[in-house]
Structure formats: C-alpha cells, structure tokens
C-alpha cells in the first residue's frame, strides 16, 4: 500500500498563485504514474494532471493547461503542483493519487491522499 499525503492548499486571491506538495511512503514501486485531481463542492471527482515517473511526461486537464505545472522528484518520491493564474473556479479541494497505469481515468487510480483545500477569491 502506498500513503500519499499532500500539503500546500489555502486561501489566494485570483490570479495569485500555489504550490501543492504530495510525498509518498510505504510501497512506492506502486506509484509509476502520479497525479492531481480535484473536487469542486457538488461535482465530481475530476482529473487536473499526471506525471510518469521514468520518462517525466505529462499531461493536463484543459482548464488548467498553460496555468498549471506537475512534476516529481523520483529521489523523494514527491509530486508538485504549482497552480498559476488561479480562478475562483480552481476552488476545490485537490488529492493527489498514484497509479501504475498511464491513464488520466480517477478509477485506475490505486492510492489517495487525504486532499488539501484550495479557495480562489474573486
């Protein structure tokens, strides 16, 4: 099993930017694809981005694509998300998840954090 816990979250005014944090323990073999989703009050679950950990591709969700950066340090075997250009609908709370899979479908998605809230004010 693999316990992901992420740090990072908070209040920002828009426009400003965060920085989201996820650092994995236990059996981190199992964390070959690492991502971002979120979940807006009364929506589902949705995908923001992922990273694969021996090739470091990416890929976004479109709302957040040219505004958002993942990437991963393999050593510490943590994820980042830095959000720029924040909209009050990037509110939500963010979970990061791992994966051995190269998908951006939540379900194939083994592992999950507890989540961090992010707010966006206008």
């Known amino acids: 099993q693999v316990q992901l816990v992420e740090s990072g979250g908070g209040l920002v005014q828009a426009g400003g930017s965060l920085r989201l944090s996820c650092a994995a323990s236990g059996r981190t073999l199992a964390t070959n694809i690492m991502g971002w989703f979120r979940q807006a009050p009364g929506k589902d679950r949705e995908f923001v981005a992922v990273?694969?950990?021996?090739?470091?591709?990416?890929t976004y969700a479109n709302a957040v694509k040219g505004r958002f950066i993942i990437s991963r340090d393999n050593a510490k075997v943590t994820v980042d998300l830095q959000m720029n250009s924040l909209k009050p609908e990037d509110t939500a709370i963010y979970y990061c998840?791992?994966?051995?899979?190269?998908?951006?479908?939540?379900?194939?998605?083994?592992?999950w954090g507890q989540g961090t809230q992010v707010t966006v004010s206008s």
């Open positions: 998840a791992a994966s051995m899979r190269w998908t951006t479908d939540r379900a194939a998605f083994s592992s």
């Open positions: 990273i694969m950990r021996s090739s470091g591709s990416t």
